[in-house]
């Protein structure tokens, strides 16, 4: 089992920025890629950054590309999330999540996903 504990959220102005981390423990070496998801009030949950636990390849869907900035500390079992320049559609609960299956790495569907944190809120006001 791994578990992740998300911290970091918070309320701020559009265009400042946040850094949301996610602590994993556990077995940790189970897992071959991690990732940022977020859904918004009545909204699905969706992707937006992916890192494989070697670090050797990095997603970001469209909508936060250039503004966000996923990373991992493997000696501290630290996952984070950059993001500058925020606006009020980035207003959501993030969620930090890590797979098993080397094949479903890349994936965006948050059922390829085994292990989730229990979120942290992020609130953007124009």
């Known amino acids: 089992q791994v578990q992740l504990v998300e911290s970091g959220g918070g309320s701020v102005q559009a265009g400042e920025s946040l850094r949301l981390s996610c602590a994993a423990s556990?077995?940790?070496?189970?897992?071959?890629?991690m990732g940022w998801f977020r859904q918004a009030p009545g909204k699905e949950r969706e992707g937006i950054a992916i890192?494989?636990?070697?670090?050797?390849?990095?997603y970001y869907t469209d909508s936060v590309k250039g503004r966000f900035t996923i990373s991992q500390d493997n000696a501290k079992k630290t996952l984070s999330l950059q993001m500058n320049s925020l606006k009020p559609e980035d207003t959501a609960m993030y969620y930090c999540a890590a797979g098993r299956f080397a094949f479903w790495c890349g994936s965006w569907s948050p059922s390829h996903y085994d292990y989730w944190g229990q979120g942290t809120q992020v609130t953007v006001s124009s």
């Open positions: 890192i494989y636990t070697d670090g050797t390849v990095k």
């Open positions: 556990g077995y940790t070496t189970t897992t071959y890629c």
